[in-house]
């Protein structure tokens, strides 16, 4: 009888360990695939600026001024950096790298802002990290540099990028529409979403309450959030955070529109280890102020922590966990 309890004891522990194991393949190890990425080079469209900028030459971004002014802003070792895209013989898109600190809690905190005058709308572009055979899923993963080498080996170079939303992490939902291409069309029961139209106009809206339909002709469309900048006001307060946890300390990535050829790209580092107590970061609202004294109409928090990644100029400046997508400037 004993020998007989043993046994089903024993039976039951391996089919224990092997739903364990099963769940945890499941989660972190074999392919959630969604489906296969479509053809994202194909742009059918193309808005042209008549205003970008026909010099690679650039100043500095305007930030360098306007962030001075502010007695939140100290900028010590800084460095400019500007690169270049000819489009046409008339235009360029432009981009140019600010590193600086912001004094928070005391503390000097890097960041990097990309300041992206574009002559196409189709210069900002996205893209979904995929397996060998083009699928995508919710732990189909990649590094921020490997995914800029593959847009690099059959299209333009890539200029700067950023780490998206992880729109496809298990359980997420959200709209989501990647370089014209409709991937999700599940709204959240709550949250805003950020969208970027084929016109060059960037806004964001309740997903709760507004259809993709209604968003219409949608280039890009992100689902992380929440807004930080709302039709040029701050649209967060001092002490909201993700999942109500007030300034913790996390690297930050996020995107502000300031006209239909005009963004930036701001992500920010840690002053400390992120796990200590005297450690000290951006938190929403001093990201809301960033972009505020940038003249953003808009401004949108992507995903950030461990997934907080910047490549700029040929090289990764934040790493990162590997990434579910990417956002990016091409060089044409």
């Known amino acids: 009888m004993k020998k007989n309890r043993f046994i089903l004891c024993l039976l039951a522990s391996v089919a224990l360990g092997g739903l364990v194991t099963a769940n945890v393949l499941d989660t972190f190890v074999l392919p959630h695939s969604e489906g296969t990425v479509a053809e994202e080079e194909d742009f059918d469209f193309d808005v042209a600026s008549s205003s ?109 990028a950023i780490n998206g939303d992880f729109p496809f992490w298990k359980g997420r939902s959200g709209y989501v529409v990647r370089n014209g291409v409709t991937y999700r069309e599940s709204a959240r029961s709550s949250g805003e979403g950020f969208a970027l139209d084929k016109q060059g106009n960037a806004y964001s809206y309740e997903e709760s309450e507004t259809s993709l339909s209604e968003l219409g002709d949608i280039y890009q469309a992100w689902c992380f959030g929440p807004t930080l900048i709302e039709e040029g006001k701050i649209s967060v307060d001092e002490n909201e955070e993700i999942d109500g946890m007030s300034k913790s300390n996390n690297q930050r990535t996020a995107i502000g529109y300031v006209d239909p050829f005009h963004f930036y790209f701001l992500a920010t580092e840690v002053n400390g280890r992120r796990s200590s107590s005297n450690a000290s970061s951006f938190t929403l609202y001093d990201l809301a102020k960033t972009f505020s004294e940038l003249g953003c109409q808009y401004a949108y928090n992507l995903d950030g922590g461990g997934s907080s990644a910047l490549y700029y100029g040929g090289s990764t400046l934040i790493d990162s966990r590997d990434l579910g997508d990417m956002v990016y400037v091409v060089e044409r």
């Open 52 to 160: 970008a900028s026909s010099s690679s030459g650039s100043s500095s971004p305007s930030s360098s001024a306007s962030m001075e002014s502010s007695s939140s802003s100290k900028e010590t070792s800084e460095t400019a950096q500007t690169t270049s895209s000819s489009t046409s013989n008339e235009a360029k898109t432009t981009v140019s790298l600010l590193s600086s600190t912001r004094l928070i809690d005391g503390l000097d905190v890097p960041y990097h802002l990309v300041d992206i005058h574009l002559a196409r709308i189709s210069d900002l572009r996205t893209s979904l990290a995929t397996d060998s055979e083009g699928n995508y899923g919710s732990n189909i993963v990649s590094s921020l540099e490997e995914m800029v080498e593959e847009k690099e080996m059959d299209g333009p170079s890539v200029l700067a």
